[in-house]
């Protein structure tokens, strides 16, 4: 039956409304002419000048001492907790629903032999201060780990784009505090937060130690993360990206596109909030007893629609929103993603247009409709 999508052979009367991730955003013409013209040098001598540029800029753009540009906020995050834990034996405390310890392989444990201890992720991303302070070893003896460091997440991805509360932040931050433990912040959607908080981005980070963004989600550049922190943290964190493998050479090439995207794509990211929201509500007005979503939570491109899924299949979902048949009357092939065993997520970024948006409408809202009819709700 959902032949046609596996084949790619869709009909020229089809649009393709690719809502899986951000990641897949590709650079704007302005990023692609200043990626041409660049000048270029070698990084791993210090001397490309675009590069210094933009680790100098988003510096200065999260109140923190250096930068370094790295290649992926996954290699943002093992670098920032290796340098953060340098001894073997050393343990992290992390959400249990963290991209760190769900979706990075575990390279902390597989590449720097530090544990993770995880707290209970509350639906909005934080989690509970007295089990932070519980799980902290204060005076471990020989036979426990030391804890090195907390980690928070902001957005949270698993929590669909949930913004971490700026209080929390602070709270969390004192508890670090009296134990001398620092705080990295997984901020691939940093700025995402920013926006939704409408604060500055300096602001969102300023009860944290270290920090990573990423260029290549909301903010649509073709590659890209950098890792924030201080003069003395970053000095380190150059060292340990040359052992991973992550010392390119004329990068300002890449770089050149992060400026852009610094300069431009900020700002525009409330409208890639304004979308998701238009969707939820369109889903939350169905009133479907199968399909469910939290719209008063919906804050930023992360839109999760849950299932009931005694009648719906997630993956037998994901192919008949790609899927356009002969008779269905919106010809709109939908791609979603799944990150959780009782719903799909929906990302919107900057290609996203708003006819894209109200044509993804109206095929969910179809496919609604068909599990309705089915099940006789």
Same mark, same amino acid.
């Given at each position: 039956?959902?032949?046609?999508?596996?084949?790619?052979?869709?009909?020229?009367?089809?649009?393709?409304?690719?809502?899986? @991730?951000?990641?897949?955003?590709?650079?704007?013409?302005?990023?692609?002419?200043?990626?041409?013209?660049?000048? /270029?040098?070698?990084?791993?001598?210090?001397?490309?000048? &675009?590069?210094?540029?933009?680790?100098?800029?988003? %510096?200065?753009?999260?109140?923190?001492?250096? %930068?370094?540009?790295?290649?992926?906020?996954?290699?943002?995050?093992?670098?920032?907790?290796?340098?953060?834990?340098?001894?073997?034996?050393?343990?992290?405390?992390?959400?249990? $629903?963290s991209h760190t310890f769900r979706l990075e392989q575990g390279g902390a444990s597989q590449l720097a032999g530090i544990q993770t201890y995880t707290v209970a992720n509350k639906e909005d991303g934080t989690f509970d201060l007295d *089990?932070?302070?519980?799980?902290?070893?204060?005076?471990?003896?020989?036979?426990?780990?030391?804890?090195?460091? !907390?980690? #928070?997440?902001? @957005?949270?991805?698993?929590?669909?784009?949930?913004?971490?509360?700026?209080?929390? /932040?602070?709270?969390?931050?004192?508890?670090?505090?009296?134990?001398?433990?620092?705080?990295?912040?997984?901020?691939?959607?940093?700025?995402?937060?920013?926006?939704? /908080?409408? =604060?500055?981005?300096?602001?969102?980070?300023?009860?944290?130690? +270290?920090?990573c963004f990423c260029l290549s989600k909301g903010l649509g550049c073709p590659i890209g993360a950098v890792l924030c922190g201080s003069t003395n943290f970053i000095t380190k964190a150059r060292r340990v990206k040359k052992v991973l493998?992550?010392?390119?050479?004329?990068?300002?090439?890449?770089?050149? %596109?992060?400026?852009?995207?610094i300069d431009t794509m900020i700002d525009r990211l409330k409208v890639d909030h304004e979308h998701a929201y238009k969707i939820a509500k369109a889903i939350y007005h169905t009133r479907s007893n199968i399909f469910k979503v939290q719209?008063?939570? #919906?804050?930023?491109?992360? /839109?999760?629609?849950?299932?009931?899924? @005694?009648? =719906?299949?997630?993956?037998?979902?994901?192919?008949?929103?790609? &899927?356009?048949?002969?008779?269905?009357? !919106?010809?709109?092939?939908?791609?979603?993603?799944?990150?959780? +065993?009782?719903? !799909?997520?929906?990302?919107?970024?900057?290609?996203?247009?708003? *006819?894209? =948006?109200?044509?993804?409408?109206? $095929?969910?809202?179809? =496919?609604?409709? *068909?599990?309705?009819?089915?099940?006789?709700?």
């Amino acid at each position: 039956m959902y032949e046609k999508i596996i084949k790619g052979d869709l009909g020229a009367d089809v649009k393709i409304i690719d809502l899986r @991730t951000d990641t897949i955003s590709k650079p704007t013409q302005e990023m692609r002419e200043a990626m041409y013209i660049a000048e /270029l040098g070698d990084d791993v001598y210090g001397e490309d000048p &675009t590069v210094i540029e933009l680790e100098r800029r988003s %510096a200065e753009l999260l109140g923190k001492e250096d %930068a370094v540009f790295l290649v992926s906020g996954t290699m943002a995050n093992l670098i920032a907790m290796m340098v953060h834990c340098p001894n073997r034996g050393s343990e992290i405390i992390a959400g249990d $629903k963290s991209h760190t310890f769900r979706l990075e392989q575990g390279g902390a444990s597989q590449l720097a032999g530090i544990q993770t201890y995880t707290v209970a992720n509350k639906e909005d991303g934080t989690f509970d201060l007295d *089990e932070l302070r519980e799980k902290i070893r204060k005076n471990p003896d020989i036979h426990e780990p030391i804890t090195s460091l !907390v980690l #928070v997440e902001n @957005t949270h991805n698993l929590c669909g784009g949930k913004v971490l509360p700026l209080d929390w /932040l602070e709270k969390v931050s004192h508890i670090a505090a009296e134990h001398n433990i620092p705080i990295h912040m997984d901020g691939a959607r940093l700025m995402n937060a920013a926006t939704y /908080l409408k =604060v500055t981005p300096r602001r969102v980070v300023r009860d944290v130690d +270290s920090v990573c963004f990423c260029l290549s989600k909301g903010l649509g550049c073709p590659i890209g993360a950098v890792l924030c922190g201080s003069t003395n943290f970053i000095t380190k964190a150059r060292r340990v990206k040359k052992v991973l493998g992550g010392g390119w050479r004329q990068a300002g090439v890449l770089a050149a %596109a992060g400026l852009v995207a610094i300069d431009t794509m900020i700002d525009r990211l409330k409208v890639d909030h304004e979308h998701a929201y238009k969707i939820a509500k369109a889903i939350y007005h169905t009133r479907s007893n199968i399909f469910k979503v939290q719209l008063a939570k #919906v804050q930023t491109n992360i /839109l999760l629609m849950y299932l009931d899924t @005694t009648k =719906v299949d997630i993956k037998e979902l994901q192919r008949r929103l790609q &899927t356009v048949l002969e008779t269905d009357d !919106v010809r709109a092939s939908v791609r979603c993603s799944s990150l959780k +065993s009782n719903c !799909v997520r929906f990302v919107l970024y900057h290609e996203i247009t708003d *006819e894209d =948006v109200q044509l993804a409408i109206d $095929k969910i809202r179809l =496919v609604i409709r *068909e599990y309705e009819e089915k099940f006789k709700i």
